[in-house]
């Protein structure tokens, strides 16, 4: 990552939580996920703000639930088309699919 790109961030709650980045005031971009008793985490949602769209910030998002899912040891379950779709492309991640 370098100085100019924004942080991701995480928000945990009970049953469910995000991966965000505040691009700028007012713009964020978020992958939603709902987590299950098993330890594992179905991510629904990935959504980028059009005028943010195409610089590779979903998945700078997708990655970094996996390194947390490598990290922390939980599975992943993909049903967001987008990380689908990214789990396809990545045949290294079949070992995080839950």
């Known amino acids: 990552m370098t100085e100019t790109e924004p942080s991701i961030l995480r928000e945990d709650g009970p049953v469910s939580g995000r991966y965000f980045?505040?691009?700028?005031?007012?713009?964020?971009?978020?992958?939603?996920?709902r987590k299950a008793n098993n330890g594992t985490i179905t991510i629904d949602h990935t959504g980028v703000p059009p005028e943010y769209e195409g610089r590779g910030?979903?998945?700078?998002?997708?990655?970094r639930a996996v390194a947390?899912?490598?990290?922390?040891?939980?599975?992943?379950?993909?049903?967001?088309?987008?990380?689908?779709?990214?789990?396809?492309?990545?045949?290294?991640?079949?070992?995080?699919?839950?």
């Not at 691009?23 to 992958?31: H, K, N, T």
Request: hydrophobic share 45%; aromatic share 12%.
């Open 21 to 33: 980045i505040r691009l700028a005031p007012g713009f964020e971009a978020e992958m939603t996920f």
């Open 57 to 63: 910030i979903a998945a700078r998002l997708v990655n």
């Open 68 to 98: 947390d899912a490598r990290e922390q040891g939980f599975k992943i379950t993909p049903v967001c088309s987008y990380v689908v779709a990214q789990f396809r492309r990545h045949p290294e991640w079949a070992d995080l699919r839950a």
